[in-house]
């Protein structure tokens, strides 16, 4: 891909036109500024973008966000929509952690009040929230519970103990998906999800307390209950081996079969079924238990959150309570309606590494934030800030209700590994007053701050093409990783 063959649309969006390439059945459209279109044409990202393009049942466009990077089949930070019914589902457009997402938790602390205890909270976090590859939780569940939790979702928490009813009301989908279904995903993900529920995992999945560096739109912001030097705390994990394997299981079963029903591919890692076929139905359903999983996953965490928050404060500040703003995903196939060229359409929208940012109005949105737009959480690299924003109109009309998820990979693991010392980088960001608790050095090397695209600048291009507006920025002070 090269700068001659798109054009530009706006200052933010460019388009690579539907003639590019004669398999494409609609245009590519990125979301960028200068120095980010640079970097997404130092990788395969757009490429995979255009293929994406070539989908039975793709309507408008082919999407990316500021963030994107190259991914398996579908670019991550790439967004698509398919009609319903013989429009495809494909399990690369979701990816292989299954509701990988985001949660916001607020607290009544200030950053002043809780900088005395924060090395005792840290370790606390660390001891209650286990991390680290195929580490185990301490909810420990036989075949049957586990089948009645990935069907039930976040109510499965909240019969358990693990969640209020404002947890779930601030949760997509309030925390469940209808239609899991436990029996159409294999013995062998059901064994690798049972002792994984409460746990972080590794690579960038991460616990980070946070304070509010600056507020940006204050009606949303009190809305939310976000003040000027508040503790909140952000957790970034996802389906664990359990969605891993939902993926595998597909992608295989779905390589099998796309011949079946005539689709063409420029990329095996696009595998994909008609919404209306048997496989794609079966898929759909093991996905949404994946993400049905996901969610309890981050509300266990969230349990465990809070008891640390308890243990390690308790008669120390004058109210260690922690709350829920708001969890969302960023790794989903849904179904939805929204308006194409003038009419509603129900599509399956695909968003890989994105995130859903419904504008105001929008009735799936629980009261408290209706009038404002859904909270979207974007977090940044380990050591730098992250952002709450919200949908907007915008996003309704041009992205379908999408925008950024996070700061979008420069660096692979393996040549982060290569360039950055984890001590270094631990001695680094300690040095910058951020406690730093993480299971190794070679794993905190991964996700160093260089190996990141800049948030700020990323956000920046998301507020000025107006698919989602600032409210407000948030910086890490404590950051526990896998």
């Not at 640390?308 to 969302?328: C, G």
């Not at 949908?391 to 420069?410: E, L, V, W």
Request: glycine share 12%; net charge positive.
């Amino acid at each position: 891909m090269k700068r001659g063959n798109f054009k530009r649309i706006s200052p933010y969006i460019h388009e690579i036109p539907q003639s590019f390439r004669h398999d494409m059945r609609v245009p590519a459209r990125f979301y960028a500024d200068e120095e980010l279109l640079a970097a997404a044409l130092g990788d395969k990202s757009l490429d995979q973008l255009i293929n994406t393009a070539t989908l039975p049942g793709i309507v408008k466009y082919a999407l990316a966000m500021p963030d994107i990077h190259q991914g398996y089949g579908f670019p991550i930070g790439g967004v698509i929509a398919t009609e319903l019914p013989d429009g495809v589902i494909s399990p690369g457009g979701v990816g292989y952690d299954i509701n990988c997402g985001v949660r916001l938790l607020g607290t009544h602390l200030d950053r002043e009040e809780i900088m005395p205890h924060l090395d005792l909270l840290a370790s606390a976090l660390q001891a209650n929230c286990p991390s680290g590859v195929g580490r185990g939780g301490t909810v420990h569940l036989k075949r049957h519970e586990l089948e009645r939790l990935v069907e039930q979702g976040s109510d499965w928490a909240l019969k358990n103990g693990y969640a209020t009813r404002m947890d779930l009301e601030r949760t997509e989908e309030n925390g469940r998906l209808a239609g899991a279904d436990a029996g159409k995903v294999s013995d062998r993900a059901l064994k690798r999800g049972l002792g994984q529920i409460g746990t972080l995992g590794a690579g960038n999945h991460f616990i980070e307390v946070d304070a509010v560096d600056g507020i940006f739109d204050e009606t949303a912001a009190q809305r939310m209950g976000l003040f000027p030097g508040q503790i909140v705390v952000q957790i970034h994990c996802g389906s664990r081996g359990f969605g891993h394997q939902v993926c595998t299981d597909y992608v295989r079963r779905f390589q099998k079969v796309v011949h079946k029903y005539g689709i063409h591919l420029p990329d095996r890692e696009l595998v994909c079924a008609p919404l209306s076929s048997p496989e794609g139905q079966d898929y759909l359903a093991a996905m949404k238990a994946a993400a049905n999983y996901a969610f309890v996953n981050r509300q266990v965490l969230t349990h465990h959150i809070r008891r640390s928050f308890e243990e390690a404060l308790r008669r120390k500040v004058h109210n260690p309570t922690v709350y829920q703003i708001y969890d969302i995903a960023h790794n989903m196939a849904k179904i939805e309606t929204h308006e194409v060229d003038g009419r509603p359409m129900q599509l399956c929208v695909h968003r890989k590494g994105a995130t859903r940012a419904f504008g105001p109005g929008s009735p799936v949105l629980p009261n408290a934030y209706r009038d404002i737009g859904q909270p979207v959480l974007v977090p940044g690299s380990m050591g730098t800030a992250s952002w709450v924003l919200v949908g907007t109109k915008g996003s309704m009309a041009q992205s379908f209700g999408s925008t950024c998820h996070g700061a979008g990979r420069t660096m692979s693991r393996r040549k982060a590994k290569k360039t950055v010392r984890g001590h270094d980088l631990r001695l680094e960001l300690e040095e910058q007053g951020i406690h730093v608790r993480a299971g190794s050095m070679p794993g905190l090397a991964e996700e160093a701050p260089q190996a990141y695209k800049d948030v700020d600048r990323v956000i920046d291009v998301v507020h000025g093409a107006g698919i989602a507006k600032k409210v407000a920025r948030i910086v890490p002070v404590a950051v526990v990783k896998g």
